[in-house]
């Protein structure tokens, strides 16, 4: 599996892709104006308590107060109004609500996650080797931080384990220094997509290509600083005049990722849909009649849409309850299959996912945390016309609309002396079969009232 790093800089943003097989497979932006905060770590000051502490709003620097929820009375802190604390976003703001905040806050390494606020240490439940557990635990068993060792830390060496640590705990040090200092605000940020890149960069990827000369240096140098330097022989410089994300073909590739039907290989097809509540992805065998029985093609149309389900999940970053409809199988066995490939797929996700199980109603459900925004908010807004319903009200609706509010106004008022009405060529010529050549009536051709498919001025004398 031929595995690259692809990254564009303008003078808007900057893009990170993660090609796999020449297959986009994780994508990440960093607009001028759009910075992702969830994950980072604050300075934050106590503006408010609501409910006895259930709920505390907090200014972290940024324009919506965030927020502390304690939904274990039992074990609400005590603080005070203009308290300053350190606090880490869980969830990005949205709507009219700001971001989530936690004060169990964490420091993510590529093998460790260090708890400054804990003093427990657990194991990744992905690692299943009693002697691998065994030999983790007895690496750090005096030390004043809990710990998380993480599916990457197995088969680690001591050595290596050991140095991250210190790096962690090094950030935590400067988190702490900072925090004495500084006023509220950023005390260390996760998601720099430059070191986002350095921690994707591994040996895995058999070439990191940059189309700018200072990223270019800047990775370079958090390499150093990360102690990558044997990785630093993978960064390759861009020089073609075509814009790199159409030379390697990502361009496309994004813009079928903001579709809601998405084609398999075979002429199978999923469908996804987002509701304000949930995501449902729908499995259809579409164009893939082959040559096997029904029960072996549907059986293989859903096997093949697990890879691609759990591809596009990731790459559209799309969160909260998600619900798929894979077509409905009537063996056991193979709905177990399916489950086992399709658990298999998500476990190669690197935001967490739980409870990947069948419903009572044959459905797979499961849900996905939330980080960071879905790919599709940096490209599209909700419409302003159908507000995200995706239907405009028909011809005939609008005709009818339109001259039951022509009556009315002609009834009412004796006084009008002209009425200009402005709408689309195909609404005014049906309309012109109804208003019987009356003189006080003008239409225009407007292409721009999309919402309620007209506009009536009204003149008077």
Excluded: H
């Excluded at 790093?5 to 020449?22: P, T, V």
């Excluded at 905040?101 to 990744?124: A, C, F, Q, R």
């Amino acid at each position: 599996m031929k595995k690259y790093l692809i990254l564009s800089k303008s003078i808007y943003e900057i893009k990170l892709a993660l090609l796999e097989n020449d297959k986009l497979d994780e994508m990440y932006i960093e607009g001028n104006n759009q910075k992702e905060i969830t994950g980072n770590i604050y300075k934050g000051k106590i503006t408010d308590i609501l409910n006895n502490g259930e709920v505390i709003f907090v200014d972290i620097g940024l324009e919506k107060k965030a927020f502390l929820s304690f939904e274990n009375k039992k074990d609400i802190p005590k603080f005070n109004i203009d308290d300053s604390l350190i606090v880490q976003v869980e969830t990005e703001p949205r709507d009219e609500k700001g971001a989530r905040l936690t004060l169990d806050y964490s420091i993510n390494g590529e093998n460790l996650v260090l708890l400054p606020k804990s003093k427990n240490i657990s194991i990744s439940k992905k690692i299943k080797d009693i002697d691998e557990i065994n030999k983790l635990k007895n690496i750090f068993l005096n030390i004043d931080n809990g710990l998380i060792f993480r599916t990457n830390s197995e088969g680690k060496s001591e050595d290596e384990l050991a140095k991250e640590y210190k790096a962690l705990e090094k950030i935590k040090n400067q988190i702490n220094r900072d925090f004495k200092k500084k006023n509220i605000g950023i005390l260390y940020d996760v998601n720099s997509i430059l070191k986002k890149a350095v921690t994707l960069l591994d040996e895995t990827i058999e070439e990191f290509i940059i189309d700018d000369t200072n990223i270019f240096e800047k990775i370079k140098s958090l390499l150093i600083e990360a102690g990558k330097i044997d990785l630093i022989k993978k960064l390759k410089k861009y020089f073609k005049d075509e814009d790199i994300f159409e030379y390697y073909n990502i361009n496309s590739q994004i813009e079928r990722a903001l579709n809601r039907k998405v084609w398999l290989d075979s002429g199978a097809y999923v469908v996804i849909e987002k509701t304000e509540a949930l995501i449902s992805i729908d499995v259809n065998t579409g164009q893939n009649i082959g040559n096997k029985t029904s029960q072996e093609l549907i059986f293989q149309t859903n096997l093949e849409a697990t890879k691609e389900i759990a591809r596009q999940i990731k790459l559209r970053n799309l969160a909260g309850i998600i619900i798929v409809d894979f077509i409905d199988m009537k063996k056991f066995s193979d709905k177990k299959k399916i489950l086992d490939e399709f658990k298999k797929y998500l476990g190669r996700d690197r935001v967490e996912i739980n409870s990947v199980e069948y419903t009572n109603l044959g459905l797979i459900q499961f849900t996905r945390k939330r980080q960071g925004k879905e790919l599709a908010l940096y490209y599209k807004e909700k419409c302003l016309y159908c507000e995200g319903t995706g239907y405009f009200l028909s011809k005939e609706r609008i005709i009818l609309n339109l001259l039951e509010d022509l009556n009315s106004q002609i009834k009412s008022c004796d006084i009008i002396n002209k009425i200009v009405i402005k709408a689309k060529k195909d609404i005014i010529k049906e309309l012109n079969k109804y208003i019987d050549n009356n003189k006080k009536i003008e239409c225009i051709e407007d292409n721009n009232f999309y919402k309620l498919g007209y506009k009536m001025e009204l003149y008077g004398r």
